[in-house]
């Protein structure tokens, strides 16, 4: 396995990709970060311009990094679809969002949340805690896990050093998000979601080839163990038996049953209709 790593090389068609990738979106960071920079309103909230098109992409993008693209694939892998529960309850906690969140939101005139929490109950200090807790949570659940999967990803495809892939990704981000405001943020958004919706289904579909299908995939899927796990002896990454079922129940061992995804509902809405990134 490792040799077959070390052994990896891009073709010059890949180099190419990749540096038409970054050149487009280093192109439309830079062209919108030039049309709303002008106020503040512009710069944290994109002039208040967009479109639910982009909007609805940067949402999406927010939500599906790199983070997402390893560990749901890694989680799907040794558990079976159930993990998909997590995005769907995201489903219906955003029409939460768009009808309750959101209209407080815009009649409060705020640009940021610790903002609307000083102008409903006062003071500084609720203020400059929000700030702390919204950076803390945000770094620790969110930012080191896409840097290290988005690291990961560098590393095995460039064969960059863990580190210089960090370092590189933490200064382009920077780039788009200081130099250009939120505008920056969701058109770049916009044009990865793209990118992963694309490759994503290209993917699917060639892995669906080379397994031969839906029935081997049910048939083979039980048997799919990795080789530490199996020479360890031990049940952790050993498929389950339903595998290929979302809605799982009560006593159930593998995943979250069935229950699990109202609960989950609790940790959605801080997810999507508080956390600084999504309600922007």
Known sequence: MADTINSFSLHWADILVLIAYFAIVIGFGIWSSCKNRGSIGGYFLA??????????ASLFASNIGSGHFIGLAGSGASN??????????????????????????????????????????????????????????SI?????????????????????????????????????????????????????TIVMI?????????????????????????????DTTLFNETF??????????VIRPLNSDNGPPWVGIIGMTILSIWYWCSDQVNTK
Do not use: H
Not at 236 to 245: A, H, K, M, Q, V
């Open 47 to 56: 002039g208040r311009t967009m479109t639910f098109l982009p909007v609805g």
């Open 80 to 137: 079976g679809i159930g993990v998909a529960g997590f995005e769907l309850n995201a489903s219906y906690v955003l029409i939460i969002l768009g009808w309750i969140f959101l209209p407080v939101y815009i009649k409060a005139d705020v640009f940021t949340m610790p903002e609307f929490l000083k102008k409903r109950f006062g003071g500084d200090r609720i203020r400059f805690y929000q700030t702390v807790l919204a950076l803390t949570l």
């Open 140 to 192: 620790f659940t969110k930012i080191s896990v896409d840097l290290y999967s988005g690291a990961i990803f560098l590393n095995q495809a460039l064969g960059w050093n863990m580190y210089v892939s960090v370092i590189a990704l933490v200064a382009l981000a920077a780039l788009f998000t200081i130099g250009g405001g939120l505008s920056a943020v969701i058109w770049t958004d916009f044009i990865q």
């Open 198 to 226: 694309i490759a994503a289904c290209i993917l699917m579909v060639i892995s669906y080839v080379r397994v031969g299908g839906l029935q081997l995939i049910k048939e083979f899927y039980p048997y799919s163990v990795a």
């Open 236 to 245: 952790c990454g050993i498929p389950p038996e339903d595998y290929f079922s």
